[in-house]
């Protein structure tokens, strides 16, 4: 019988500890929660498991893969956000390699020294730890713990030891808190804050920060960004965040409805061009230096 309950009365971080102490093999899976309008004994509004939020395997223990839902998880994307290939590079083998497993691409792709295997390994691990990281901030939501299941064979399966996961995620849950003091709302949008070069002088940005300074745009939402660039919710809010520190990027409550900002894709950075006229010649700076990164 699967284990199942709600992660906030269990959370992630204890299932952790339950998998890693028991050496269990199996899969969590968290659902979106769907209000059934009953109350739990704690007099908390039940939830039935909705829409699939994120996926986690073990096997005797130990962590080997982890997908998240409404993020590329495929290895072109995790190769691209990580470096290993270029934008133009992962088009093509998107297109390319449609019906081709994880497994046999990689071969081809070290076969073709596009990447090596220590690339594909590294890759793939910080991407399963990256999104481990991200639902150990998450408080709410049904999950299900299924023994015995795993993924597909055509998966790249890392083994991760979770110990030390379990102590850099409760770092990071403490930095999350602190995100969230700043960037509390993923339906708001960026704007360039007055004289924006003068703040730029002499500023070094990591090559997501200046992914995310590209579609800075009122009718671009933080969360529209996220998903043009991959990312899940605590990493745009992590580079957001030192980007309204460093006083680079000024935050604008949004005013439209939710329903609207999910009806709209973000703005090309022509109509970026058009709708920020004080801040074009900027703009077509930071998007230059963008392309030779």
Same mark, same amino acid.
């Given at each position: 019988?699967?284990?199942? @309950?709600?992660? *906030? ?14 050496? &269990?093999?199996?899969?969590? #899976? ?17 939830? =039935?498991?909705? =829409?699939?939020?994120?996926?986690v ?6 962590? /080997?893969f ?11 994307a ?9 934008d ?15 497994k046999?691409l ?14 594909? +390994? ?15 901030? $998450? !408080?709410? @939501?049904?999950?299900?713990?299924? !023994?015995? /299941?795993?993924p597909?064979?055509e998966?790249i ?7 030390? +996961?379990i /102590? ?5 849950? *403490?930095?999350v %808190? ?18 924006? &070069?003068?703040k730029?002088?002499?500023i ?5 920060? $200046? %992914? ?8 671009? #939402? ?19 965040y030192?980007l309204?520190?460093a006083g680079?990027?000024? /935050?604008?409550?949004? #005013?439209?409805s ?18 920020? %006229?004080?801040?074009?010649q ?6 230059? %230096?963008?392309?030779?990164?």
């Open positions: 019988m699967p284990l199942q @309950g709600n992660i *906030r009365d269990f959370s992630t971080t204890q299932l952790l500890n339950l998998v890693n102490l028991s050496r &269990r093999t199996g899969m969590l #899976t968290i659902f979106e929660g769907v209000p059934t309008g009953e109350k739990d004994g704690n007099n908390n509004p039940k939830m =039935a498991p909705g =829409a699939q939020r994120a996926q395997a073990f096997n005797k223990g130990k962590l /080997i982890a997908s998240l839902a409404g993020q590329e998880n495929g290895l072109v995790v190769l691209n956000k990580a470096g290993k290939l270029t133009d590079q992962a088009k093509v083998l998107r297109e390319r390699a449609k019906n081709t497993s994880d046999a990689a071969l081809r792709l070290i076969g073709a020294k596009y990447v090596s295997q220590a690339d594909v +390994v590294n890759c793939i691990k910080q991407h399963i730890l990256d999104v481990v990281y991200n639902l150990m901030s $998450w !408080d709410d @939501g049904p999950f299900r713990f299924d !023994d015995e /299941i795993t597909s064979g998966n399966l890392v083994p991760i030891d979770i110990e030390p +996961v /102590i850099e995620g409760a770092r990071r849950v *403490r930095e %808190k602190e995100l969230e003091n700043v960037v509390d709302d993923l339906d708001a949008s960026l704007r360039f804050p007055e004289n924006p &070069r003068e730029f002088k002499g070094h940005l990591s090559v997501d920060e $200046w %992914k995310v300074v590209s579609y800075v745009n009122p009718k671009n #939402t933080i969360r529209m960004i996220m998903r043009q660039l991959n990312m899940s919710d605590v990493e745009i809010k992590r580079v957001v030192g309204v520190q680079l990027v000024e /935050i604008v409550k949004k #005013t439209a939710k329903e609207d900002a999910a009806k709209n894709a973000p703005a090309s950075r022509r109509q970026q061009r058009k709708g920020s %006229k004080p801040d074009a900027l703009v077509n700076k930071l998007i230059n %230096k963008l392309k030779t990164l």
